[in-house]
Each structure stands twice: as C-alpha cells, then as structure tokens.
C-alpha cells in the first residue's frame, strides 16, 4: 500500500514538457508569445493554468497540491468545490477555477482518467516548489454539478474491487435529487456517497459483512441517511451510512429493530473519532 509521502514530488518538471509528453498541440504557446525573446514554456497565457484539456478532449490534466492530499482506508483522493471558490475569486483565479471545474465535470460525465501533476508548495513564495507527473491515473468518482463539488481518486480503476452504491448499480448518471413523499426534492451528493463507500472499505458499517460483488464487479453496499432528508437531516458525512442490503431494509421497515438512528450514529461519530476516515 502506498504512502502519501512516495507522492511527494522530487523535482520540478515543467508544465510545457509535461503538456509535449502528453501529445498537446503546444504551437500557440510560441505563436501567443508577445516578447518573441521570452520561452515559450514561460508563455503567461498558459504557464500558471491549473488544468488543460487536449483539442480532442481526450487526455485531461489536472495540477494539485500534494498538501491537500488525503487517504482513507488507503485510497489516496483529493476533495474539491472549484466551482463555488470560483465565486469568492477575481479575475485569473476565477477563470482558472471555472477551467479546471469544466475539465473535472467532462472527465466525470465521459468517464476520463486524469493525468495529475502533484505540485508542492514554496511556504515562502506561495508558489510551486516541486512538480511532477503522477504515473498512476486519476478518476473522478463524484461530482455534483450545482456546486462543483468532487472526489478524485488515485487509481480507482485498478483497485481488485470497486465500490457501487444503489445509485451506481441502477445507473443512475446524476442523482442529485430524489423524490420522497409528497413530491418534494432532496438533494443527494454523489461526493458525500463516495466518501462513505470509501469509509466503509466494502463492508457493511453496521454487521461488518462484505457487500456482494455485482456482475460489473463491484462491491455493492446501499447508502443510508441516518436521520431521514425528509425529517430535516443533512446530506452528510456524519448523517451517511453504508449498510448492506439487509441492514438497509431493517433500519426502514423492522419492527422494533436494533438499527436505531442513535445506534448508527454512534458507528459513524465512533469511526470519526478514531481517525479511521
């Protein structure tokens, strides 16, 4: 299992030959250049971009801190909101926000990996001190397009088993709503969901059993909000739990059952406090 520190960059690549490697058409980086005596690596147009997009829209790189790294149950992942840090941004921040948004959400929508350049930061300059192309791709596993919110994961695709909710097996692209009664909409995040599989490291949160593997090959578990959406709860971390099927149709229907909504806080609040996510 890999640390976070083997990710920790060595050198300082630079974002015009990471870009080269990567099959970019670079022409304009010369051809935009106002000071023909400048390099065009140091074209500003480009240089200080947080993401870029090939014309076929193929190949997504996406720049990120190693200092926002974080790890749960070994899965190495980065949590973002671009698009609502766009809103507090001006002018070449903001773009940049709203750029690097744009190409998390089309890998998100196309099922693109990523190739994540892990840069590190000058406590001095606030600038990049080392930066360096992660061998390993990246995925975007939950993104929810009102707010921009998303988790992107290191090398989920090659994970031996992969994680699926009842919204993943269904496939169900975006659910961020759900009707319940009477007609009224609560917003689900596919972020929040993810997090929770991550935390549940495929097994139930209650019994502790494994999720069974679906003919896709995912390990299946069911999200569960532990104080129902339509009785005021949140949409979060501490109100999420992975329950296997089973546990799931016992904390809705059972009579008199164990699976209180106290019980399974508790199992949440008690993972939390341990550091275990």
Not at 166 to 184: L, M, R, S, T, W
Not at 226 to 234: H, K, M, T
Request: proline residues 3%; aromatic residues 10%.
């Amino acid at each position: 299992m890999i640390q976070l520190s083997e990710l920790r960059p060595s050198g300082k690549q630079r974002v015009y030959d990471i870009l080269t490697a990567l099959e970019f058409d670079m022409a304009d980086w010369s051809e935009s250049l106002t000071n023909k005596e400048r390099s065009p690596s140091s074209n500003p147009k480009y240089c200080y971009n947080w993401s870029f997009v090939r014309d076929d829209k193929k190949v997504i790189v996406l720049f990120l801190w190693y200092e926002e790294m974080r790890i749960i149950n070994g899965r190495i992942y980065q949590e973002h909101s671009f698009k609502k840090y766009a809103e507090e941004q001006e002018k070449g921040r903001k773009k940049r926000s709203l750029e690097i948004d744009y190409a998390i959400g089309l890998a998100y929508e196309k099922k693109l990996s990523i190739d994540v350049v892990i840069c590190q930061g000058n406590e001095n300059t606030k600038g990049v001190l080392k930066r360096e192309l992660d061998q390993e791709k990246w995925f975007v596993t939950g993104y929810d397009d009102k707010t921009g919110a998303c988790i992107i994961e290191r090398g989920n695709s090659y994970q031996p088993s992969k994680l699926a909710d009842q919204f993943d097996a269904n496939n169900i692209k975006n659910p961020k709503y759900e009707y319940e009664k009477y007609g009224v909409e609560y917003a689900r995040s596919s972020v929040i969901r993810r997090k929770v599989l991550l935390r549940s490291n495929g097994k139930c949160e209650y019994c502790l059993s494994d999720g069974f593997i679906t003919n896709s090959g995912d390990k299946y578990l069911e999200t569960h909000h532990i104080l129902p959406l339509s009785q005021g709860g949140d949409d979060s971390f501490i109100n999420v739990i992975a329950l296997c099927p089973k546990d799931h149709r016992k904390a809705h229907f059972e009579k008199d059952s164990f699976l209180t909504q106290e019980s399974l806080s508790n199992i949440v609040k008690a993972k939390l406090t341990v550091g275990n996510c």
